[in-house]
Nanobody, 125 residues
Framework: QVQLLESGGGLVQPGGSLRLSCAVS????????IGWFRQAPGKEREWVSC???????VYGDSVKGRFTISRDNGKNTVYLQMNSLKTEDTAVYYC???????????????????WGKGTLVTVSS
């Protein structure tokens, strides 16, 4: 059973930065694809980024050039570095794991196998 635990959320001013972490247990990180999704109040869940098992990274258009996904296989942890934050980035951020398939790289939340409970990011002055 794969378990994911997000951390690093908080309150930040517009233009600021945060780094989210997703600690993965129960499975080797290098055989999983890990995605970040977010959900703002009253909105649909939105795909943010994915790092596939072989290491390639993809991003949603709304975060491209501002967010960077990375992983540390030794620590079994995936990171999301968020720079130049905007008020519209305010959301609960979830990490999710996919053992096999292409849901992560295409941003399909319903195809992900395991989910964390989320961490809240608030961008406000």
């Amino acid at each position: 059973q794969v378990q994911l635990l997000e951390s690093g959320g908080g309150l930040v001013q517009p233009g600021g930065s945060l780094r989210l972490s997703c600690a993965v247990s129960g499975f080797r990180l290098d055989v999983l694809s890990i995605g970040w999704f977010r959900q703002a109040p009253g909105k649909e869940r939105e795909w943010v980024s994915c790092i596939i098992s072989r290491g390639s990274m993809v991003y949603g258009d709304s975060v491209k050039g501002r967010f960077t996904i990375s992983r540390d296989n030794g620590k079994n942890t995936v990171y999301l570095q968020m720079n130049s934050l905007k008020t519209e980035d305010t959301a609960v951020y979830y990490c999710a794991a996919e053992a096999r398939g292409s849901s992560c790289v295409f941003g399909r939340a319903d195809g992900m196998d395991y989910w964390g409970k989320g961490t809240l990011v608030t961008v406000s002055s």
